[in-house]
């Protein structure tokens, strides 16, 4: 398929993400970066996956929590965000091919002992992975996300944000990310800019808001049923979610009955002061999580 590469050297300045930059082919034709950082033995594996329309950066207050104390934390790009390869066709971008591809990519690495990191498209999408990959997933640390099970309705936020997008396809992800998360720097608005030089690079991103289910046959809304009834009734693992209170599309409300249907979840960290992009917030709740999950370490 045709597809984009975003420059190198878009990324040569990155305020507190100088990272080795790894590629793997987990879809054929198309390269999928990631970030790798800690021992390969000894310590869990924090799989930390992203949202719209952001990229791993969004990781960057998190990693290094976790790889200091001897954990090893992989986050990769989605298709069509950061450094992975952008498909040009929009239509490429379904749920089943950012699905498969993390599949793959978990199976190429052979990555077990996993904490799924999630947040926004990241859980939508990470949520269903353990029901397939049972013996992998041993953990989930939750942010600001929900199941797209299109048997529940939307919620008004979340069809004003995806009015939004549509209505503006080129959209300025940096200074989208600024309006959101006030303390960003004029560098780190600039580094969610990075992997997008023009309009052409951004399919995924416009894709991702008409990608979530919204009735009962939509492409995903079925799977993810399946993944509710799993982490109802069939989750073994520990849970840990962190809530920015201040999302008006994926706040407390949705994070509540997200909860109710994951067996053995715990009361939440309530955030007071984090918004959607909760990651921003991130070194204190990747703290928590740590004491939640490794009590006597």
Request: include cysteine; glycine fraction near 10%.
């Amino acid at each position: 398929m045709d597809f984009l590469r975003t420059p190198d050297e878009r990324f040569a300045q990155l305020p507190d993400y100088a990272y080795a930059p790894r590629y793997l082919d987990s879809t054929p034709g198309l390269r999928m970066h990631y970030v790798d950082e800690g021992p390969r033995d000894g310590g869990s594996v924090f799989l930390c996956l992203h949202g719209q329309p952001t990229w791993g950066y969004l990781y960057r207050k998190m990693v290094p929590v976790w790889v200091a104390a001897g954990h090893r934390v992989v986050v990769p790009d989605l298709y069509g965000f950061g450094r992975s390869d952008k498909p040009i066709d929009d239509a490429v971008y379904t749920f089943d091919f950012h699905r498969r591809s993390l599949i793959g990519f978990i199976e190429a690495l052979d990555l077990k002992d996993l904490c799924l990191v999630c947040q926004d498209w990241g859980g939508l999408l990470g949520l269903t992975l353990p029901m397939h990959l049972p013996d992998r997933f041993t953990r989930l640390l939750i942010m600001n996300t929900t199941l797209g099970t299109g048997d529940v309705p939307l919620s008004e936020g979340f069809l004003q944000w995806r009015a939004w997008a549509n209505a503006h396809p080129d959209m300025e992800v940096g200074k989208l990310m600024g309006r959101a998360c006030r303390m960003l720097t004029p560098a780190e608005a600039d580094a969610y800019d990075a992997p997008f030089p023009s309009s052409a690079y951004k399919g995924g991103v416009r894709r991702f808001p008409n990608l979530v289910p919204d009735r009962p046959d939509a492409p995903g809304a079925a799977l993810s049923r399946d993944a509710r009834n799993f982490l109802r009734q069939q989750w073994q693992g520990t849970s840990f979610m962190a809530v920015g209170e201040r999302d008006p599309v994926l706040g407390p409300t949705v994070m509540a009955a997200l909860r109710a249907g994951i067996r053995g979840c715990p009361e939440p960290m309530a955030v007071p002061e984090g918004g959607h992009f909760l990651q921003e917030w991130g070194g204190p709740i990747a703290d928590a999580a740590l004491k939640h999950f490794f009590p006597h370490r």
